[in-house]
DNA sequence: ATAATTCCTACCATTCCGATAGGGATTATA
DNA sequence: TATAATCCCTATCGGAATGGTAGGAATTAT
């Protein structure tokens, strides 16, 4: 029940490029040393992103990574869906799950399952780029405040 | 973010162990006939039970396994903790975890995982092993009745 | 004594995770 | 046009976790 490495670089790495929202793009190494990434791997995650549609790429010097929407139109969920594959505690209740368990009708536990599926996916989807960004502003304004006194 | 095989094996166990309650206990050889488990596979999970303190066993011939509490003191959030080890989506914010993360203080995305481990852990506690049974029985009944017609 | 059980410990094969690595394609700029 | 800085594609790899398997000891009812 633990969320991937590449799940919370991945993560992080979205919402860096969304602070950077509407400027120059930003580069997976520059990303990579800012938040103690190794840098191959993140090249990896950014790809990931790119094929999930989150983030669109500028090749060549002075390259980078922009968002591919606004950063109120991304949320967690659609984050951690494209790095981690799906947000579900069981194959069963997978959202790509074709193959009906031949158990299904006899069984009582799938709909717990769905139920813990239901409430991480609510939870995530309910949290945009946009409000990472405002919240983390809001902690580095207190910060620097703190530093002050 | 998936719930192990010896996570979901353990829960059927409890749920059918509870379903005994106040009987004969009841035997690892027979649950795993029954649900199709490995038996040696069960016999490892149902000692990580009895070290949680959720069962207790008869050794010996007509030996088994019986609640150490009552169904209704059980919740599927105790039977988790003790077979998939701690119910989080991410180390720094596990019940066990003592360590700070360094990144802490200007961390933003502690919180999501706190919400997401805080929903996930009110569900799971909220479900008993006698909730479990009667939704089990009233399942059964409902496709005997079926069956009839 | 025997059979049925739990219990303890070790081992093992496979898969997944978290990278690392080499080199190619593209692009700004000097 | 050469160069440096990027992203991009593919392969590989070590270590840990997962999902078992296995041998045999201890306990107990019959």
Chains 1, 2 share one sequence.
């Not at 409430?119 to 409000?131: F, G, V």
Request: proline share 3%.
């Amino acid at each position: 029940m633990k969320i991937s490495a590449k799940g919370e670089y991945g993560i992080i790495a979205l919402i860096d490029v969304a602070n950077y929202y509407g400027g120059e793009p930003i580069q997976a190494k520059s990303i990579a040393n800012r938040y103690n990434i190794p840098e191959r791997f993140l090249e990896q995650i950014m790809t990931t992103l790119k094929k999930a549609g989150l983030v669109k790429s500028i090749r060549g010097s002075h390259g980078g990574y922009q968002l591919a929407k606004t950063p109120w139109e991304i949320t967690l969920g659609d984050a951690l869906k494209a790095l981690d594959g799906d947000i579900s505690p069981m194959y069963c209740v997978s959202e790509n799950n074709k193959e009906q368990c031949s158990k299904e009708r006899l069984c009582t536990i799938k709909d717990v399952w769905e139920e813990i599926r239901g409430c991480i996916q609510k939870t995530l989807s309910s949290i945009t780029l946009k409000d990472m960004c405002n919240k983390k502003m809001e902690r580095e304004m207190k910060a620097a405040h703190m530093y002050f006194i």
